[in-house]
C-alpha cells in the first residue's frame, strides 16, 4: 500500500508550521520531534541577533528542521512519481526506500549539534591556546545523537529501531564526511537553503524571499554521475529567484550591519573573558552547548563582577541594545571586486592582531581628543573569509534538456546533461554570482556613538595604522 511508503505516512497526525502549513507526521518521525535532543532547538534562534533589527524574526532551528525534512519528502515524492526522473536513476543513485529514509533522516537532524549564536562564534571564534573555544555545529551532532535523556533513549536509537537506518552514517552524511549523498542535502539545490531562505524573509517580513519552490521541485532530476540532482528548462527561472533571492537576504538580513555589530561586541566580550581567566573555555562550552540564546546572556551577565576586564561592558551594551555605531565603512576588494585588500581580511583571522589594532585607534583618539578609552570602545568587523554561495556546487549544477529545440544540442553528447553556466539561458552564471558576495562584504571600523565624529576627523591616520 503507497499509505506503508516512508514519503506517504501520516499516521503520527500532523504538525502546522509557518510557510508551509499542514505537515503529515509518521510515529517514527514524531518519536524524534518530541526527544530532549529535538526539542532543544525550540530555544534557538535561527537568526541569532537579527531579532534585534526584525522583531519578528524569533523563528527556531526546530521549526526549520521539520522544514527542511517536508520539502526533501516533497523532492523525493516528486523524484519517485516522475516518470523521467525514475528513468535516470542507476546504480550511482538510485532512490530506494533505505535511502529515502537515510536522506530524512539526515535533513531533519542537520541542525541538531547547534547551539546559541552558533554561526556567530564559529566563523571568528575565541581562542585559547590557538584553539577554539567552540566547536563547529556539525561535529557536536554525535553529542546530542547518542546522549541519553532521562525517559529517554538516545534519537541513536529511535533511528536504528524505528528508522531502520544507520545513525553513524546519518552523521556522515550530514557533515560530509561520506561523500556519497552529502550534496543531496547541501549545495545550490538543497532543501535546507530553499526553506531558510523562505522562512526568514517570512519572519522578517521583508519581500525578498519569493521562490516558486513547487516548480522548483518539479524541475528536479537525478544527475547519477554526478551524485547530484539536476533540473530540466523549467528549473532555471525558479533557481534564479533562489540565487537573487539569497543574495538579497544577504544584504538586507544575514549581513546586516546591526547584527553584524552584536556579533563583534560578543566576540570581543568573550575573547577578553578567556584571556582574563574570568571564564575558562569549559563552562563557556557547557554554558552554550546546553542553553537557550537568551538564558546563555543572562547567565553572561550574572557572572560579571570586578575581576572581568573593562570590556564586560559590552555584555551591558547587548543586553541593553545599546550598539555601536558604524564609523567607518570600507570596500575589501579592488578592481571591480577582483582582488582582496588583504590586509582587510588578515582581521577575520588573527584576534590577537585584531585587538591590538583596535587598542591602537583608541590610543590615536585619546592622544587627539583627549580621551580614556580602554580599547574596547571601538572595534574591528572584518569581512568572512567564507563564501555563503557554493560557487563549486554551481559551476558544477547541470541542466537536463527535455524541450524539442535543446534535444539535439551538441554540448549535451554524450550524457544529455549539460552544465548550467554553459547552457545560455540565465545571467545568473557562478561568476556573477560571485561578484554579487563581494560586493556586499564590507570592512567596518563600529564605535560608541559619541566617537563616530572623532574617528572620522582621524581616519587617514587610522586607516594607516590599520595597514601596519
Not at 584553539?131 to 529511535?158: C, M, N, Q, T, W
Not at 529501531?161 to 557533515?175: A, K, L, M, R
Not at 538564558?295 to 575581576?307: D, K
Request: charged content about 25%.
Amino acid at each position: 500500500m503507497i499509505s506503508d511508503n516512508v514519503l506517504f505516512r501520516s499516521e503520527g497526525g500532523f504538525i502546522r508550521i509557518p510557510v508551509w502549513g499542514h505537515i503529515p507526521l509518521s510515529v517514527p518521525l514524531k518519536k524524534i520531534l518530541t526527544h530532549p535532543a529535538f526539542l532543544r532547538l525550540k530555544s534557538i534562534r535561527q537568526l541569532s541577533f537579527s531579532q534585534q533589527v526584525y522583531p519578528g524574526a524569533n523563528h527556531t532551528r526546530f521549526e526549520h528542521s521539520i522544514g527542511v525534512y517536508h520539502l526533501m519528502k516533497l523532492i523525493l515524492q516528486r523524484i519517485l512519481t516522475n516518470p523521467l526522473a525514475e528513468s535516470l536513476q542507476d546504480d550511482n543513485l538510485h532512490f530506494d526506500n533505505h535511502t529515502c529514509k537515510l536522506l530524512l533522516a539526515s535533513t531533519l537532524l542537520h541542525d541538531i549539534g547547534h547551539y546559541p549564536h552558533a554561526h556567530v562564534l564559529e566563523g571568528q571564534a575565541p581562542v585559547y591556546q590557538n584553539k577554539p573555544v567552540f566547536a563547529a555545529h556539525e561535529s557536536l551532532i554525535d553529542r546530542f545523537l547518542f546522549e541519553s535523556y532521562e525517559g529517554f533513549e538516545p534519537v541513536s536509537v529511535i533511528l536504528e529501531n524505528e528508522w531502520q537506518v544507520d545513525p553513524v552514517e546519518v552523521t556522515g552524511i550530514i557533515t560530509g564526511k561520506t561523500e556519497r549523498f552529502k550534496k543531496l542535502i547541501s549545495g545550490t539545490l538543497d532543501p535546507d537553503k530553499m526553506d531558510y531562505l523562505m522562512r526568514d524573509a517570512h519572519h522578517c517580513n521583508i519581500p525578498y524571499g519569493s521562490i516558486d519552490i513547487e516548480r522548483l521541485i518539479e524541475s528536479f532530476v537525478p544527475d547519477p554521475k554526478l551524485q547530484r540532482f539536476a533540473i530540466t528548462e523549467k528549473g532555471i527561472a525558479p533557481l534564479e529567484s533562489l540565487l537573487f533571492t539569497k543574495y538579497m537576504m544577504m544584504r538586507n538580513v544575514y549581513w546586516h550591519h546591526t547584527s553584524r555589530t552584536f556579533s563583534v561586541m560578543l566576540r570581543r566580550m568573550l575573547q577578553d573573558a578567556v584571556d582574563a581567566a574570568v571564564v575558562s573555555p569549559n563552562e563557556l562550552r557547557a554554558l552554550f552547548y546546553d542553553n537557550s540564546d537568551d538564558r546563555v546572556l543572562h547567565e553572561l551577565t550574572q557572572r560579571l563582577n570586578a575581576a572581568w576586564p573593562p570590556s564586560g561592558e559590552l555584555l551591558h551594551n547587548i543586553m541593553q541594545r545599546k550598539i555601536y555605531k558604524r564609523a567607518l565603512t570600507l570596500s575589501p576588494y579592488r578592481n571591480g571586486a577582483n582582488e582582496q585588500v588583504s590586509w582587510m581580511f588578515a582581521y577575520a583571522t588573527d584576534h590577537v592582531h585584531r585587538t591590538k589594532k583596535e587598542s591602537s585607534i583608541c590610543e590615536i583618539l585619546n592622544r587627539h581628543a583627549g580621551l580614556d578609552l580602554q580599547g574596547h570602545e571601538v572595534l574591528i568587523d572584518p569581512p568572512s573569509l567564507k563564501d555563503v554561495f557554493d560557487y563549486a556546487d554551481l559551476r558544477e549544477l547541470r541542466i537536463y534538456p527535455t524541450r524539442r529545440e535543446h534535444l539535439n544540442d551538441p554540448r549535451s553528447a554524450p550524457e544529455r546533461y549539460i552544465r548550467f553556466d554553459d547552457f545560455g539561458e540565465s545571467v545568473f552564471l557562478s561568476d556573477f554570482i560571485l561578484s554579487f558576495e563581494r560586493y556586499t562584504k564590507k570592512f567596518r571600523i563600529v564605535c560608541r556613538d559619541d566617537l563616530c565624529n572623532a574617528i572620522l576627523m582621524h581616519q587617514d591616520e587610522i586607516i594607516e595604522a590599520l595597514k601596519e
